[in-house]
């Protein structure tokens, strides 16, 4: 009975302190013990905001028209207040532990979340359903998602809720009955202990922008958005980014086989002591005739004979390579200028003779740069922007048996020194558990120090800096650099503006998150990205026809360029364009420009690749393809079918917000995007015509209508 009188004063004193919050747009409605929240539109609609979490007592409550101000437990104080048409409700704890808000429960409604670029999951879509709790059962709000964001869609409105505070959150999608629950926590440690936690909610009509407009909106707000046109316009180099289709040029070998002049002036003048030790090149070099296959074994031999002979990766040791190449077997060889890997200026003449004016290119390794040194200066000089493979986030120690992943190669200090701590001591290893992740402000001398000295040997007029703008964030509890997420973020975009504001660079980086895409101007890997990390059949199992392909060889790796066949789960999943939604776009296309993550180019998946073809001509992303020197004749010739519908939207819309998206049928197989100006595309995914207006779409097939007038159609190609 004693227990039962407690409950009963407990939930009358719950009862009693109800809070409700009116202004012009709304009430909303908020148990201050559970902090379960509610709204009620002025059109009399109720939204469930989070479900009742623990029951906490509640004390000091203070409440006005449109505020609310109490302490929740002994160490939480909350703020609820309406400002408009949001409600903002902020959380502040006196001790380390976390805060469990929303939790948004399952019901009849879509979720719409950037993952990736983002995508629109309906609550009846069992299959994602699945993929969410399996693949992504516990996320960020930094990394996972693209920007801090998650809106849920009825038929009549759209709930969004936009994490003002996006570091140290935790977002778990679990099973309710036929759904999913969504629950945020935010996670208070010694390192973020002052600052609050704000969550904002606000209430749309049915468009599935909603989330990406409040967040840009917000940000606006804050005065951190930057338009892409003013990124630019500091920049020397800036406008060749407009309208660039891009690249990755692969290889840097002194000697391919399409450099050989005379094959049996080269039989004859090869040394023997250079192949001694390779009875393949032996054979082959006494081989009657000179097929594909003796040429292959040949040319190995070669490099890896000059690579014997003056060892390590230095822009000295190249050039001592290439004129030992060239006083031995020059009389071979085609001239210098007709030379070299698919980074050469054989391969940019190519490309300016196939009718592409703007490209970006970038070399997977500054090494390329050093094995064709006239191919930099080619590609500036053509118009290009070219930038190097660089990054910092990983530091292995001296000594290390991986001496060509080159970036990693910062020294031992940096590997004993700015390694991230664990509040237990131990060092964050590093990518795939090698050596360790880097604190990005300790490491910043390294990158400055490096990048001066790769751009006195290149006129690169871009940067490429891997995994800065990914939203991978770290708390470092080294007492000799504590840093919290949200320092690790400001030091990231520090080390980003440095390159662009000091070195005049067009910079880029991994994936473009919202947080760490400030000073950016292109990023590579938010429209496609990885997924099936543990299907073995993709990963690991060599004859499985879904193997995405080995790291090797290094100037063609299959990982890169083997057209995989992919399977029909992951085409519902991440290649159904009924399923995706230019989230990240309406928050960033007039700001980063966006595209393919490089190991799943335009070309990877035969089986989605015009879906993916249409998905970034609707959104007006560019292509992204890798070149070799094997494929750069089928690949130059497929990418200027994509290149002439994009480049001229491109430099039409990429100062242009993109304002709407809608679904021209029922079954969004034919969807619409409109830009600031009016411009719009319309794309049709089906194998069939479709009607839409008084214009007929022909099947898998985009239409571009500009504002000035202009009309552009894109059909997808049927090859490669």
């Not at 990914?470 to 708390?475: I, P, Q």
């Not at 790796?557 to 029909?568: E, H, N, T, V």
């Not at 490089?598 to 959104?619: A, C, G, M, P, V």
């Not at 992303?621 to 200027?640: E, G, K």
């Amino acid at each position: 009975m004693k227990y039962l009188s407690v409950l009963l004063l407990l939930l009358s004193a719950t009862q009693a302190q109800a809070l409700t919050l009116t202004n012009a747009h709304w009430r909303v409605h908020i148990d201050p013990a559970t902090l379960a929240a509610s709204i009620t539109a002025a059109d009399g609609t109720t939204t469930q905001v989070s479900s009742a979490g623990d029951v906490g007592t509640v004390s000091a409550l203070v409440q006005t028209r449109d505020t609310g101000h109490w302490q929740w437990g002994e160490t939480t104080e909350v703020r609820a207040a309406l400002a408009g048409d949001t409600l903002q409700m902020t959380f502040q704890r006196s001790t380390i532990g976390s805060i469990h808000w929303p939790r948004l429960p399952a019901g009849p409604h879509a979720l719409l979340l950037p993952l990736h670029e983002g995508y629109y999951l309906p609550a009846d879509d069992t299959v994602w359903r699945d993929e969410l709790i399996d693949a992504y059962g516990e996320i960020n709000t930094t990394e996972d998602l693209t920007l801090p964001v998650i809106g849920l869609a009825w038929q009549d409105r759209v709930l969004s809720i936009l994490f003002a505070t996006p570091f140290n959150n935790t977002v778990r999608f679990s099973p309710d009955g036929p759904g999913v629950a969504v629950a945020a926590e935010h996670h208070v440690n010694a390192l973020n202990q002052a600052d609050p936690y704000t969550v904002i909610v606000s209430l749309d009509a049915p468009d599935w922008l909603a989330p990406a407009k409040r967040y840009r909106h917000w940000l606006q707000a804050q005065g951190g958005f930057v338009p892409l046109k003013d990124k630019l316009a500091q920049l020397p180099d800036g406008h060749k980014l407009i309208g660039a289709s891009h690249l990755y040029l692969w290889g840097d070998r002194l000697l391919v086989e399409q450099d050989v002049r005379d094959w049996a002036a080269l039989k004859s003048l090869l040394p023997r002591a250079w192949i001694t030790k390779d009875a393949e090149a032996l054979q082959a070099l006494t081989a009657e005739y000179s097929g594909p296959y003796v040429q292959q074994v040949l040319v190995a031999a070669i490099n890896a004979a000059l690579a014997e002979q003056f060892p390590g990766d230095t822009a000295e040791s190249l050039q001592q390579r290439r004129q030992q190449l060239d006083v031995t077997l020059g009389k071979a060889l085609k001239p210098d200028a007709l030379r070299g890997d698919s980074a050469s200026p054989r391969m940019i003449h190519a490309l300016q003779a196939a009718g592409l004016p703007r490209l970006w290119l970038g070399l997977p390794d500054w090494t390329a740069g050093w094995a064709s040194p006239d191919a930099v200066d080619a590609a500036a000089k053509a118009g290009y922007l070219v930038a190097p493979y660089d990054s910092y986030d990983t530091a292995l120690p001296d000594g290390n048996d991986n001496p060509s992943w080159l970036s990693a190669q910062l020294g031992q200090d940096a590997f004993e020194r700015c390694g991230i701590m664990k509040p237990d001591g131990e060092r964050i290893k590093g990518f795939q558990g090698n050596g360790v992740y880097t604190n990005a402000a300790c490491i910043r001398p390294l990158m400055e120090r490096r990048v001066r000295t790769l751009r006195a040997d290149a006129p690169y007029n871009s940067w490429f800096l891997d995994v800065a703008a990914t939203g991978m964030l770290f708390d470092d509890v080294d007492p000799a650099k504590p840093t919290s997420q949200a320092q690790d973020a400001g030091n990231r975009n520090a080390a980003l503006a440095w390159l662009a504001d000091t070195q005049k660079l067009v910079v880029g980086s991994e994936v473009g998150s919202a947080v760490v895409n400030r000073h950016i101007a292109f990023a590579h890997g938010a429209q496609t990205s990885g997924f099936g990390w543990a299907d073995p059949q993709m990963r690991r199992e060599r004859a499985s026809p879904y193997y995405l392909g080995a790291w090797a060889p290094e100037h063609q790796p299959a990982f890169f360029f083997r057209q995989s066949q992919l399977k029909p789960r992951y085409q519902q999943l991440y290649f159904n364009p009924a399923r995706r939604l230019p989230l990240l776009q309406a928050a960033f296309h007039d700001s980063v420009v966006s595209t393919h993550h490089w190991t799943l180019d335009s070309l990877k998946f035969r089986e989605s690749r015009s879906t993916t073809e249409l998905l970034q001509q609707l959104y007006n992303v560019p292509p992204l393809l890798n070149l070799s020197v094997a494929t750069a004749a089928s690949r130059i010739a497929y990418l200027r079918h994509l290149d002439a519908f994009f480049r001229p939207l491109h430099q039409a819309l990429f100062d242009q917000a993109l304002v709407d998206f809608r679904w021209r049928d029922t079954a969004g197989q034919v969807q619409q995007t409109t830009f600031t100006d009016g411009s719009v595309i319309v794309a049709n995914f089906s194998d069939q015509p479709q009607q839409v207006d008084t214009h007929t779409l022909p099947p898998r097939s985009a239409t571009a209508r500009l504002a000035d007038g202009r009309t552009f159609t894109f059909t997808s190609p049927t090859s490669p």
